[in-house]
């Protein structure tokens, strides 16, 4: 016969929960994909993944070595920025209301050519601490000097996805140095940083580099982060160039039968449904709509991906174009811009929006499984908002109130692998003042157009 337990003894460690977040509503994920939002519920962390979604009282009995009283709040999946290039924060609003040919061959090619190791972890480190108080855990990156935003991923808590640029110009340098750094740092992080290889776009990384890649892609199981069909220009661009459009060069060069993350898409075109529908790698689409919006771009054709069941994430692209990375805001121009693309009131609706951000952007980024939902065995990467404001009051329905009515400014705290990185507004791992201060210092090397350099020539053949 068992033994009793001992109301006195103590509990057993591995009994012990290390976080329990209580008192919340909570933005659950059923196995069908279904949204549903439990009042009064509990989220359990133990060893930085959740352990267990749990009504409220029940979870009150549980021994926690720490808790946070959420009522008036609720838990959903950290937000993930798809796309970005983080040290860009430094360039914010340094180039405004100008065709993205000009943007890119006066100002930001010409300016990045000055670019420091230094300037690239600063930026880097000013946009996690705002991606953090977004309620942003985990990003795609794809930039230069990754290093040194891998060590400020280490730095701010963050979770992220990293590929080192690369352009054709470089010559196999270039490629080389892509690899090199996503074996060298992937896992880093305890685990949070993984890695890709990162050719810039098929207009700067020609055929022969973009199949290299592929192949480097197939044997070391690297997946792949590039921008294609940006715009329509580049698709015209490239039919009279070549007489194919970028998605169509990349099936031929081989990266439609790898992993893939394709930004943008604005400018795909109808025979490139064709060719993704055919795709045997997985494929996943970020759009960054607001950047779009400032560009005078059309939108990513999230209802045709979404018909062949290609995920679309969310994401804002750099700071320098897109001003900033509130992937909440994405979250909201995605719905608004998708009925007025679609002229089809129905489409996209709140709850739909809310599975892109959480759900698909984790599939996107090759974070399904490890993020995204709110599930047992999944890290424990989530926000807590504040629902108790007047602009999202009364709730007669959560999804709206959150794609709609809230705002990044809601959310109160950001948790990654159970570790509290803000806690009611609080930045606790980065001081953004400091890192400001350090970086206004370098501004005006870094901002010199006087030498006439650029890194690339923004050219897609018109």
């Known amino acids: 016969m068992a033994e009793p337990a001992d ?20 933005l659950a994920h059923d196995p069908d994909g279904t949204i549903r939002f439990l009042e009064d519920h509990a989220v359990v962390v133990r060893d930085g993944a959740v352990a267990d979604v749990t009504p409220a009282a029940r979870a009150s009995a549980l021994p926690a070595r720490e808790r946070i009283d959420a ?12 796309h970005t290039h983080t040290p860009m924060a430094a360039l914010r609003g340094i180039a405004e209301d100008m065709p993205v040919e000009e943007w890119f061959n006066d100002w930001i090619w010409p300016i990045e050519s000055n670019l420091t190791d230094e300037v690239v972890e600063l930026g880097a480190l000013l946009a996690c601490a705002e991606m953090i108080r977004g309620g942003v855990t985990a990003f795609a990156d794809h930039y230069f000097a990754m290093d040194r935003v891998a060590d400020a991923v280490v730095r701010s ?7 080192w640029t690369y352009f054709s110009g470089q010559g ?5 140095r892509s690899l090199d750094f996503a074996l060298r740092r992937a896992g880093d992080a305890d685990g949070r940083i993984t890695t890709m290889l990162a050719p810039h776009a098929p207009y700067t990384v020609g055929d022969a580099d973009l199949a290299a890649t592929a192949e480097l892609a197939r044997e070391h199981g690297l997946p792949v982060h590039i921008h294609a069909a940006e715009n329509r220009a580049q698709t015209d661009g490239s039919l009279e160039r070549h007489g194919r459009t970028p998605v169509e060069t990349l099936h031929r060069t081989g990266l439609l039968d790898v992993d893939l993350l394709v930004a943008h898409g604005t400018g795909l075109v109808g025979s490139d449904f064709e060719v993704l529908g055919r795709a045997a790698g997985r494929i996943g689409f970020a759009t960054a709509p607001k950047g779009y919006l400032k560009f005078g771009w059309d939108t990513t054709p999230v209802r045709a991906l979404r018909s062949l069941g290609i995920p679309v994430g969310l994401a804002t692209d750099g ?16 719905a608004l811009v998708q009925k007025s693309a679609e002229k089809d009131p129905r489409w996209l609706t709140a709850r739909q929006a809310l599975d892109h951000a ?9 974070l399904a499984g490890r993020a995204g939902a709110l599930t047992p065995g999944r890290r ?23 794609v709609f009515s809230a705002r990044s400014a809601d959310v ?22 400091a890192v400001a201060t350090e970086l206004a210092q370098r501004l005006p090397e870094l901002t010199d157009r006087a030498h006439g350099r650029r890194i690339q020539d923004y050219d897609v053949g018109r």
């Open 7 to 26: 109301p006195a003894r103590p509990p057993h460690p591995a009994d012990v929960a290390d976080l329990v977040v209580e008192g919340c509503t909570v």
């Open 71 to 82: 009522r008036g709040q609720l838990a959903m999946p950290g937000l993930i920025n798809c």
């Open 157 to 163: 808590g963050l979770r992220a996805v990293l590929g």
């Open 172 to 176: 196999p340098e270039g490629r080389e």
């Open 319 to 334: 700071a320098a174009s897109n001003n900033t990375l509130d992937v909440w805001e994405s979250m909201t121009l995605t």
């Open 358 to 366: 959480t759900v698909q952007s984790a599939q996107v980024t090759g």
């Open 380 to 402: 424990a990467d989530l926000i807590l908002v504040d629902l108790t404001g007047p602009h999202v009051r009364p709730l007669h329905d959560v999804a709206a109130a959150l």
């Open 412 to 433: 109160l705290t950001t948790i990654v692998d159970g570790r509290v990185l803000m806690r009611d507004r609080r930045l606790l791992t980065l001081d953004v003042d």
